[in-house]
């Protein structure tokens, strides 16, 4: 690959890229320089992801996990006076330049020809892969990076707008909104920890993490809401990845448990974070629930209104707004489904009376 992005084979077939075994090399410094290819590397005996046969959810998990194992690696060598070299400042900073160089010269290729993107996604999933790492990178230059690799993908590329990358974009999401979950659930059993010193280290390097995975979710969701706003059919990617069926029953999975463990003697954050995720994904349902409607997609309807009573009934203002403006928009459209939209209605009307009723007696 020359400086410019371009390859040897460009010269003598303009910008298009044929030469494969070039990018072979690309493939191999993206492998050395992101944590979870790398661990994906070792953990299946430097196997390469196949992504487009249902490898990609996996893969998103064990972004999300990286930045959980990294945290708690961390802390283990903080208590024990040592520390990896691998994790070194000036270890991340050298891996980060090497990734930001790499993802610079794939953007130059997509953007020299069209067809680039086909050639370089469907062998190697270059921009795919940086997806999938969001939530572990660090190197902020790099995260604005991969958005921008992105956007120019789905916004720019002339043609139809390639599914893939949107998808990869929603596992990533769903993934960090489940370790987040995850994370809550463990910020709650800290309070049975005997020793104060092992709370105060577990509940810090817990926030890290939180922090961490909160902005990486909340980059990505804006980079959703802006694709769809400039293409709705963005919505019916992830319509069909499952944004409506199995991925909000596996995020209903624990955020009934989460619910149900919340107590006034457990620490604040744990509901904050419930109603962060709830709210994230809420911006979503917002966008693509009526998408699903008026094309008649399947959803899972039951979970919907399962969801957006949970958050109306149990969660904090801003979730409980978001559930309540989804269902007005809902129940403005002709749909069978409406009749259930209103049960949820008058089910709610039926609660705050008898709530109001016994504040009364």
Same mark, same amino acid.
């Given at each position: ?44 005996n430097s196997a390469r992801p196949? +992504?487009? %046969?249902?490898?990609?959810?996996? $893969?998103? #998990?064990?972004?999300? &996990?990286? !930045?959980?194992? =990294? ?65 572990? +990178?660090? %190197?902020?230059?790099?995260?604005? $990076?991969? #958005?921008?690799?992105? &956007?120019? !993908?789905?916004? =720019? ?84 990845? =499952? ?65 957006l009573l949970l958050s109306i ?26 009749l259930d939209d209103l049960k ?18």
């Amino acid at each position: 690959v020359n400086p410019n992005g371009s390859t040897d084979s460009d010269k003598n077939n303009g910008q298009k890229v044929s030469n494969l075994s070039a990018l072979a090399i690309l493939e191999n410094l993206m492998v050395q320089s992101i944590p979870y290819l790398f661990q994906y590397h070792n953990r299946n005996n430097s196997a390469r992801p196949i +992504l487009p %046969d249902g490898f990609a959810q996996d $893969l998103a #998990l064990l972004s999300a &996990e990286v !930045v959980e194992d =990294g945290i708690f690696d961390f802390m283990m060598c903080s208590t024990s006076g040592s520390a990896s070299r691998s994790n070194s400042p000036s270890s991340l900073q050298q891996t980060s330049s090497v990734a930001s160089r790499l993802l610079e010269v794939t953007l130059q290729l997509f953007s020299s020809d069209a067809s680039n993107y086909h050639i370089i996604e469907s062998n190697y999933h270059i921009l795919d892969s940086f997806l999938l790492c969001y939530p572990a +990178l660090q %190197d902020t230059h790099l995260k604005n $990076l991969t #958005l921008k690799t992105l &956007e120019y !993908v789905c916004t =720019g590329l002339s043609g139809k707008m390639p599914p893939n990358p949107v998808r990869i974009l929603g596992e990533t999401f769903i993934s960090i909104l489940n370790c987040l979950l995850e994370g809550a659930e463990n910020m709650a059993q800290m309070c049975s920890f005997r020793s104060a010193d092992l709370r105060y280290l577990f509940s810090t390097d817990m926030d890290s993490v939180t922090s961490m995975l909160l902005r990486a979710a909340s980059d990505l969701l804006q980079s959703m809401e802006k694709f769809i706003e400039h293409d709705d059919s963005i919505s019916e990617v992830l319509l069909d990845a =499952g944004m409506l069926t199995e991925k909000l029953d596996t995020l209903l999975d624990r955020i009934r448990p989460a619910i149900d463990s919340l107590d006034d003697n457990l620490p604040t954050v744990e509901a904050k974070v419930l109603d962060t995720v709830v709210s994230y994904y809420c911006r979503i349902l917002a966008l693509i629930a009526p998408r699903s409607r008026s094309m008649s997609v399947d959803a899972n309807q039951f979970n919907v209104d399962n969801l957006l009573l949970l958050s109306i009934r149990s969660l904090g203002s801003t979730p409980c707004r978001q559930a309540l403006e989804i269902l007005e928009k809902l129940l403005m459209m002709p749909h069978e489904c409406v009749l259930d939209d209103l049960k949820v209605v008058f089910q709610l009307l039926q609660e705050f009376a008898h709530t109001e009723q016994g504040d009364r007696q």
